[in-house]
């Protein structure tokens, strides 16, 4: 299985601020990807972050709000820009390995104000 | 397109109870299927996984059995603690193109009391 450490774990952050959050594996992974969590709800997939290329997003999600970059099999960061209160959820970072499904990291719970 | 529903929560139990999450699908092809659990204020965590019909995932005392013709695939542990308390998420791997990603259900909240 595959360690993932996410940072910062939490954070306070005005509106209008920009977040970036880090994600690190502890061994090359086949895929990663970034979730949001609202409140009280379930996983939603934000994009699938590209080693070397543009991320794809799922609908709903675009560039401009989250930029995403992995410049490598192991490092990804997912950028909240220009935040709002809408924006106050749980991020998670997840990697998939052949055949060993899918691991997440600590997540970053984010509250704007 | 896939979906995942799970039983309305939230579930309360008393400790040694018999727990039974319910957990349905719909999805092209043959998905693979997966149990994750979230302790309050962490990540999620892979509780079980199931590749196939009929397949049984275990872990902990929690199982869940790939039922192809009812397309469900429900948690179940014959006696919880008080430190099951969590939620509990069913997910499913379409494979194929979606290259890893999940699709998850709404999740349920277990509580165990003493």
């Known amino acids: 299985s595959a360690v993932i450490s996410q940072k910062p774990s939490r954070d306070i952050c005005q509106r209008g601020t920009s977040l970036t959050i880090q994600c690190q594996v502890d061994s090359q992974v086949t895929m990663m990807f970034w979730y949001r969590q609202q409140p009280g709800q379930s996983l939603t997939l934000i994009a699938t972050a590209n080693q070397g290329s543009e991320a794809t997003y799922e609908s709903g999600f675009v560039i401009d709000k989250f930029p995403i970059s992995r410049p490598n099999l192991t490092f990804s960061t997912l950028t909240v820009s220009n935040m709002s209160p809408e924006d106050s959820s749980i991020y998670l970072c997840?990697?998939?390995?052949?055949?060993?499904?899918?691991?997440f990291g600590q997540g970053t719970r984010l509250t704007v104000v | 397109g896939d979906s995942v529903t799970q039983m309305e929560g939230p579930v309360t139990l008393s400790e040694e109870a018999f727990l039974t999450i319910n957990c349905t699908y719909t999805?092209?092809?043959?998905?693979?299927l997966f149990w994750y659990v979230q302790y309050p204020g962490e990540g999620l965590q892979l509780l079980l996984k199931?590749?196939?019909?009929?397949d049984k995932g275990s872990n902990k005392g929690f199982e869940a059995t790939y039922r192809k013709e009812t397309t469900s695939f429900h948690l179940e542990k014959g006696s919880v603690q008080v430190s099951d308390s969590a939620v509990y998420f069913c997910a499913l791997y379409a494979g194929g193109t979606s290259y890893g990603k999940l699709t998850f259900g709404q999740g349920t909240i277990l509580t165990v009391h003493p």
């Open positions: 997840s990697a998939t390995t052949t055949g060993s499904g899918a691991f």
């Open positions: 199931a590749t196939k019909a009929d």
């Open positions: 999805a092209t092809g043959y998905p693979s």
